[in-house]
């Protein structure tokens, strides 16, 4: 605790000012007068050379160095020894402080040849910090600090009763919160204004990440502790690699690093730059991207290039946090090995014309590939004469692995399944005319011998969204017809449900199509992340809040079953069909039991709030709450389990529900005792007070005419006067003469 | 129930009222006209002339023969209810936000608003119940409300005291002999105007209505807080139901946000909460304004409501109103 008035001692009356030692403060805050040497740089590490070379390589040296600034004429003085020999070093004279600022932040660890980089330093700084004895002569090992106990990072996961958290975010306060059903959740922590934007999970749900104007914290622990801090200012967007190890931050202005706008952990490297990769175990930046500016072959009306929408993550990981790539549009892919971040082999993949990459979401398991390998899925337009291209790249070897030529491809979007053995290639193709589109469906099957690749072209309309069924291979697609221009509704939806055939040997049969439901709103897919059952719903929508509950694996009676159906490997079922006001996000939780459904303040101001709802479609609870901003679950890491353990589980699940039943039931009825007590208290105490308020008003003499159970009783109706009324209405009135 | 539209007024309703018999209702517009309706069946009684501007107020005597009216034409007015016969107007410097009848009859209290040069005030008359006596001009108390402005005021049970709810959320009880102020508390968030005090009919608690979207339940010995009623919407008004331990709260978004917004948006709905368990119960959709006030029948059969949107809605309550009963309520009842 800091000290405060009252309690500062007070015994130093005799106080010498000159007994302190100032040193320290002194030497932090110098001042640093114009020293009239701020246009020089020290340019070190270049080579030794003779003194008949000397010119030449200054005139070399020159090249480079005018890149960034004008060097005075004769400003490049390289000293010699006695042996006539260069000493490796150069001072160097620019016109002007601020390029020497630039030379030292562009040119300072240049490449001059293979064996020599260039090290430039302002001389003021080599004066400041390389003085005599500001450079300790003997190597002093750091200290190590004793090793603390942190809090269990996962402490959650050991909840009694297996409950999931849940964040959200409404108004200014943040809390998480335990999911009770049907009852109002329980809180685990709140606080106020504990996020400046938003807040998201990491991917495996052990840390909160709360987005400031400073940078990115991380929370976690069971006292909510802050577990790490980014500083990135004006920090835009965050993204996690899969396995929690490195965070990106982004920004749409580039940093600002240099002397007088210092940011904790980041130096003179980070300077212009917007994306910054981190190692969150250490809090420390391994390197900085610029935003990469592709020059936008489509203009507007008026001719300006119009702005590409930014592709987020930019920065995509691969499935075990070992490489990250990023693609530059049109031209290549750059792959960074972690966790030095150096570019694989040098340099980027060149892939004329790119247009997207996705990775693997798995480690692909090939057949007859034994090695470590992870795969990434690419496209390519028409370019000339050659037809647009999907291609499988694997890394390290960048050996591509399959390519499939693809024609009149308009655009394309690559959807992997969650476990890699498939991947969806949604190509959107135009006729000969360009007037029409349909979609095709490549599906790439990963796992099987030579990647075979199967067609679905059975799709007459443009597919807009299109999902894969986590850990399964059933696919669910939403189509629209054209959309007319000048119309103010958007037209209707169809949603497609397909699954493969039933086939012998444990192999995956054709993808078929099992049926399609028309006339819908619908633009939205939510698989339960364990598979079987989706939500189709409508967002974004101004007619249609429906959201759509199917089961693929209904169980029918065996009579009923559909003759049609009996070689598919799904049952579609329709469960139920719900609405939502003003919906803008739905969310699984993790354990595919719950559907919460968000009215997000971030979209709209309408009834902000959110439903509950089982994996059926049952409402289970509705809260409506002001300025509602976010609700996310708490995401949970992959199962401990293995294979056979979860079999066993499934097996007996019967066995099990039944004790988790007579739990739910002993505990709701334990709430609604208390519920119940607590109204009985409420009433005594209610009709204690009446009764003394009687007694008072008895005292007062003041009598009131109350007939507390007027309207109700028998006896309250005998006094009432019945009155018969006669409404006469004329509704025409016509004479006719007769006659 | 179908309600029953009242059609007469053409422009917001501001306040409307039951007389102690529960078969006429007053209700009072801006625009400028008082009118009398039968609740049972909402055929229009009359109308009372003679306001020059936006009319705020209205209460009728214990004896359903007098009617008080107040509005922005600095002027509170009394007639007589069976003619339409204006008896006495009173003149003030500024509008008259409140009037309401002492419960024996014998006093009429109005609130004045606050305007430049001119405090907020509230002002009680001795009145004669006879029709044809000649009403005083002179004040038998005046209570000058210099802290916040008084929005509304009402006498407690045996005239005993005046309560009154102010600009800035606090409540203050004055003594109704000597106007000495007793008592101030916040009852709800400072700076939130409390719109509306209606009293329980012993008077012996009281509900208010802000629009800090909360409703609370007052006694009037102490102002201690009861009961609180949160609900998601700035409210207007407030009644509480004899019979049924209900409660009534009617409001909605401001009136100057409503045409950007959808009606859906606007939360306008009369919505019941149990009194003692602060539990909501129903809601009644129907106005497509927000509710300016929301009257319950004496007897507790019935309730209605006048709108921004130019309407009164009569409701009659049906059988499962009645009875509608908690577990624990059902217990009390078969002791």
Known sequence: MA???????????????????????????????????????????????????????????????????????????????????????????????????????????????????????????????GREGRIDDHYTPPTIEPFQQKEHLRSWLGDIEARDQMVMYRGDKVGVFWNEKDDPPEMVVDRENWTEFFVQWSPLGTYLTSIHAQGVQLWGGKAWSRQKRFAHPGVNLVDFSPNEKYITTWSHRPLQVDENHPVPSLSLEEDGKNYVIWDIATGKPLRSFATIDVPSATVDAEGNPVKKKMQWPTFKWSSDDNYVARMTQGQSISVYELPRMNLLDKQSIKIEG?????????????????????????????????????????????????????????????????????????????????????????????????????????????????????????????????????????????????????????????????????KKNSNAIYWSPKGRFVVVAALQSQQSFELDFYDLSFEKSKDEKDEKDKDLTANLQLMSTVEHYGVTDIEWDPTGRYVATVASAFRHLMENGYHLYDFKGTLLREEHIDRFKQLIWRPRPPTLLSKEEQADIRKNLRNYSRIFDEQDLAKKNTANRQVVEQRRRLLEEWVAWREQMKEMLDEEGIEVEVEEDAGQGKDADAEVEEIEEIVEEIIEETEEVIG | MRPILLQGHERALTQVKYNADGDLIFSVSKDHVVCAWYSHNGERLGTYHGHQGALWTVDVHPSSALLAT?????????????????????????????????????????????????????????????????????????????????????????????????????????????????????????????????????????????????????????????????????????????????????????????????????????????????????????????????????????????????????????????DFMYEVEREQANL
């Open chain 1, 3 to 129: 000290p405060s008035y009252e309690n500062l001692p007070i015994e130093d009356d005799e106080f010498d000012e000159s007994e302190i030692d100032f040193s320290d403060l002194q030497e932090q805050y110098e001042v640093r007068l114009e020293e009239g040497l701020d246009a020089f740089v020290v340019v070190d590490g270049l080579p030794v050379v003779p003194e008949e070379n000397r010119q030449k390589l200054i005139k070399f040296l020159l090249r480079k160095l005018n890149s960034v600034g004008k060097v005075k004429e004769d400003g490049v003085f390289m000293p010699l020894n006695d042996k006539n020999m260069t000493e490796g070093y150069a001072f160097v004279e620019y016109g002007a402080a601020n390029e020497a600022v630039a030379a030292v932040k562009q040119l300072h660890g240049m490449p001059l040849d293979k064996k020599h980089t260039m090290a430039v330093n302002k001389l003021t700084d080599i004066d400041r910090y």
């Open chain 1, 354 to 518: 790119v247009m997207d990459f996705e990775w693997a979401p798995a480690a692909p398991r090939r057949d007859g590939i034994k090695g470590y390998e992870q795969l990434f899925c690419y496209w390519t337009p028409e370019l000339g004469s050659n037809p647009a291209k999907v291609g499988l790249m694997s890394i390290p070897s960048k050996e591509i692995v399959r390519t499939r030529n693809l024609f009149s491809v308009s655009d394309a979007k690559l959807h992997w399944q969650s476990e890699a053995a498939y991947v969806c290639v949604k190509v959107d193709r135009h006729s000969k005319s360009k007037k029409s589109l349909a979609t095709n469906l490549e599906i790439f099957r990963v796992r099987e011998k030579g990647v075979p690749v199967e067609v679905v072209d059975s799709i007459k309309d443009t597919v807009i969204n299109f999902a894969w069924e986590p850990k399964g291979n059933r696919f669910v697609l939403i189509t629209t017809g054209e959309i007319p221009a000048a119309s103010a509704v958007p037209p209707k939806t169809a949603v497609s449900f397909f699954c493969p055939e039933k086939a012998k040997g444990g192999v995956v049969g054709n993808f078929r199509h099992i049926r399609t439901i028309d």
């Open chain 2, 70 to 322: 107040g509005g922005a034409d600095n002027t509170m007015r009394l007639w007589e209810v069976k003619t339409g016969r204006l008896l006495h107007t009173w003149e003030f410097a500024t509008s008259i936000k409140r009037v309401e009848f002492s419960p024996d009859g014998r006093q009429l209290l109005g609130v004045t608003e606050k305007r430049s040069g001119h405090l907020s005030t509230i002002v009680v008359y001795e009145i004669d119940p006879d029709v044809d006596a000649e009403q005083t001009d002179e004040q038998s108390l005046r209570i000058v409300c210099d802290e916040s402005k008084a929005t509304v005021a009402g006498f407690s049970y045996g005239a005993k005291y005046i309560i009154a709810g102010h600009e800035d959320g606090t409540v203050s009880q004055y003594d109704a002999k000597t106007g000495e102020l007793l008592l101030n508390i916040t009852v709800h968030e400072p700076d939130m105007q409390i719109t509306d005090l209606q009293w329980s009919a012993d008077r012996t608690y009281f509900i208010t209505a802000s629009k800090d979207k909360t409703a609370k339940l007052v006694t009037t010995n102490d102002l201690e807080i009861l009961k609180s009623y949160t609900t998601d919407t700035p409210l207007n008004s407030a009644a509480i139901t004899p019979v049924k331990d209900y409660v009534i709260l009617g409001g909605g978004q401001a009136a100057m946000d409503v045409t950007t917004t959808s009606a859906r948006q606007g939360k306008f709905e009369a919505r019941f909460y149990h009194k003692i368990f602060m539990e909501e119960i129903g809601r009644v959709r129907g106005h497509f304004g927000p509710l300016n006030y929301v009257a319950i029948h004496p007897k507790g059969t019935g309730y209605c409501s006048g709108g921004e949107d130019g309407y009164v809605r009569v409701h009659h309550f049906d059988k499962p109103y009645f």
